[in-house]
Nanobody, 121 residues
Framework: QVQFLQSGGGSVQAGGSLRLACQAS????????MGWFRQAPGKDREFVAG????????YYADSVKGRFTISRDNARDAVYLWMNRLKPDDTAVYYC??????????????WGLGSQVTVSS
């Protein structure tokens, strides 16, 4: 069972930038398609971005396209989310997880604690 330890996040003003990092351990990370997800207060968890296991193909939710970038470093068992031009609507707890299927928007069953991102106007 691969487990994920997240770092980064925090509070920023609208228009600012943050980076999230996700460190995998305990399994074969390099073959997993990975994703970032988020859950805002009172809302369901939603897909944000996905990346294939070689790291050469990504896709994004429309709400973050052009502002967020997902990347991975398989040598370090890590995946990142670079968030630019942040908006108050981006405020949420962010989670990394492996994707159930490449091209899908569902994560696998195990969810970590997540990282809080707060964007003030």
């Amino acid at each position: 069972q691969v487990q994920f330890l997240q770092s980064g996040g925090g509070s920023v003003q609208a228009g600012g930038s943050l980076r999230l990092a996700c460190q995998a351990s305990g399994g074969t990370f390099a073959r997993l398609p990975m994703g970032w997800f988020r859950q805002a207060p009172g809302k369901d968890r939603e897909f944000v971005a996905g990346i294939n296991w070689p790291g050469d193909s990504e896709y994004y939710a429309d709400s973050v396209k052009g502002r967020f970038t997902i990347s991975r470093d398989n040598a370090r068992d890590a995946v990142y989310l670079w968030m630019n031009r942040l908006k108050p609507d981006d405020t949420a707890v962010y989670y990394c997880n492996s994707l159930r299927t490449w091209g899908g928007t569902q994560g696998n069953d195990y969810w970590g604690l997540g990282s809080q991102v707060t964007v003030s106007s």
